[in-house]
């Protein structure tokens, strides 16, 4: 049984590594996007309880799985059934440049034109994450990494994360 969490700064590419690991058979992904924001009201975060409940209920339904996400809080809720923890940590240039060049997310913006527009915003917030202190931050990120006890990688390149990925695709190409 896989159960990954994988985490980072925005644009650290844990949703391709998510995605590479979830073409394992019966390997289901979670998004925490999905699960932390309101989807009637853009904008505005679920209750912890809401968010602890949507965990519950994914991880219930299924025995192998990978979650990703920026959110300490629920990683640190998620992380008690995770057997194992990816934290992506490449840099802020890294990351900004992966931002610049992620494709559309329809899960998230209604056109590639409307995600664009938060471009400058994201690039902003992802400068921010070593000097921020909220469950989004660096520290919070290491402290959560520091604190698991089951098998746990920090790579620090995107070709660290490209070679974890088709570590994953490879598994599933022999499966």
Known sequence: MLRIIVFGNSGSGKSTLAASIAKLPDVAHL????????PSQPGVRETLHTSFEA???????HSSWVIEGCYSTLLDYAADEAN????LNPGITACQENC????????????KEAQDKNLSMLLDWVAEYETRD?????????????AFDGTKFELTSN??????AEEFLLKSART
């Open 159 to 164: 070709a660290q994360a490209l070679s974890k």
């Open 31 to 38: 998004d925490l996007d999905t699960v932390a924001w309101k």
């Open 100 to 111: 610049r060049s992620r494709p559309w997310e329809s899960h998230k913006y209604e056109s």
């Open 84 to 87: 194992e923890m990816i934290f």
């Open 55 to 61: 965990i519950d209920s994914f991880t219930d339904a």
């Open 134 to 146: 909220d469950e989004f931050s660096l520290q919070q990120h290491q402290m959560l990494f520091e």
